[in-house]
């Protein structure tokens, strides 16, 4: 299969034991190191950081919304600043969705036909048709290093089989218009996303008939909506068995630590989330052993970072104390713990480049493991998952 200048993609180190492995994505705007992981500025912006602290926290490449940007600023106010990096003033690489993701999010505003998605304008109420081809349209406007099909997409916990064939087999369609409608090939990389939400048969075709496409990358689509874990790794599971080794793999929507970990182990290359900053507007710091909530009490005295092995500017400055006192009356309690949780994920992600470059990845799994459940009381789907890739938790 070819690939365009808009992307290659180098696997340079393997872990002997799982299908984790360590890579480089070279994109026209930066080199992003593999596994990663992409935090998500819906509006172009990251709430509650700048740019500027997005590249000291070492993140090579974000998210962006189609379907959002598209709405506000709009695609002429992009075109005339040069598109979404000179805009947002972001030097390294964009991921773009395209805008299907809303037909869950906003369903009650949106109407999904063969020829694309009608929706109503949450901004000013009036009505918006989403095609594959509008989707790509807005996509190259914005000039993200790679953008994404328009997808069917259905809730993972929906349940009618046909209305889930029928997503899946819209998919691949739209798929073949997004690619025709693409006009930036060799800026910018098209991703085809896999879909069948649970339904093992509808994922194996969905991802057979995408690889005869010549395109730089895969997603794997229709998870982390809310299906048990349980149902949910054998999808992955499955999506990285099929998909080419040589090409990136992509994971959508899922930014939970063990999360990570276990989807590395099973051969994801990239993932997104809006996990890390939401969760910091909530006060929740994340940590190896879970998350911490500061505006619990018990940290009203603490006057240890929240982190004492994390080297970011807010562990460096401010306690668990502090934090606290200010968490429910300041918003620049959500930048600090923003800055903290998006510096705990970038590690995390080091941490797993590092094992895997160097032979020790199954080791770093069961230690991470063994402090994020120190009575060893594992869920089923960790278990389960990673013995799957020759992982026994369970052996000493």
């Known amino acids: 299969m070819a690939s365009s200048v808009a992307l290659s993609f180098t696997v340079h180190s393997e872990c002997s034991v799982t299908r984790a492995r360590a890579g480089l994505m070279k994109l026209p705007h930066y080199h992003v190191k593999t596994p990663v992981f992409m935090p998500v ?17 070492d993140c090579e490449i974000i998210l962006g919304n189609t379907y959002h940007l598209g709405n506000r600023p709009g695609i002429s106010i992009l075109e005339k600043a040069g598109g979404l990096h000179k805009f947002m003033g972001w030097n390294r690489a964009l991921l773009t969705d395209s805008g299907g993701f809303q037909m869950v999010s906003l369903l009650k505003l949106a109407e999904i036909t063969e020829e694309g998605v009608k929706f109503k304008s949450p901004y000013d109420g009036s009505e918006i048709m989403l095609t594959p081809e509008k989707s790509i349209e807005i996509q190259n406007h914005i000039g993200a290093d790679i953008i994404m099909q328009l997808d069917d997409v259905v809730q993972t916990t929906y349940q ?20 025709k409608a693409h006009k930036r090939p060799t800026e910018q990389s098209i991703f085809p996303i896999v879909q069948g939400l649970l339904n ?3 994922r194996e075709q969905s991802a057979r008939e995408h690889m005869k496409k010549d395109v730089n990358g895969f997603a794997i689509g229709g998870l982390s909506g809310g299906e048990a874990k349980d149902d949910f790794w054998p999808m992955v599971s499955l999506g990285t068995s099929l998909l080419y080794k040589t090409k990136p793999r992509y994971l959508m929507g899922v930014g939970v630590a063990i999360d ?3 989807c590395v182990a099973l051969g994801v290359d990239m993932f ?12 929740c710091a994340l940590v190896n052993q ?6 619990q009490k018990q940290f009203q005295t603490d006057l240890n970072p929240i982190d004492k092995d994390c080297d970011c500017s807010t562990c460096k400055n401010y306690t668990r104390a502090y934090l606290h006192c200010i968490v429910s009356a300041e918003t620049v309690a959500c930048h600090l713990i923003s800055v903290h949780n998006l510096a705990f994920q970038m590690c ?6 590092k094992n895997i470059e160097q032979g020790t990845f199954p080791d770093f799994v069961r230690n991470f493991v063994n402090e994020l ?3 060893k009381k594992y869920p089923s789907w960790v278990r389960n998952s990673l013995l799957s890739v020759g992982i026994n938790l369970n052996k000493d």
């Open 41 to 57: 500025g819906t509006q172009g912006t990251m709430k509650g950081l700048l740019p500027d602290q997005l590249e000291s926290l």
């Open 160 to 179: 009618d089989y046909h209305r889930i064939k029928e997503a899946t087999e819209r998919t691949s369609r739209w798929l073949d218009r997004c690619l």
């Open 200 to 202: 093992s048969q509808l």
């Open 260 to 262: 990570l970990v276990v």
């Open 272 to 283: 997104d989330c809006v996990y890390p900053t939401r969760t910091a507007r909530f006060g």
């Open 290 to 295: 879970g998350q911490l909530n500061l505006k």
């Open 348 to 353: 995390l992600m080091r941490t797993m480049r």
């Open 373 to 375: 459940y120190p009575k």
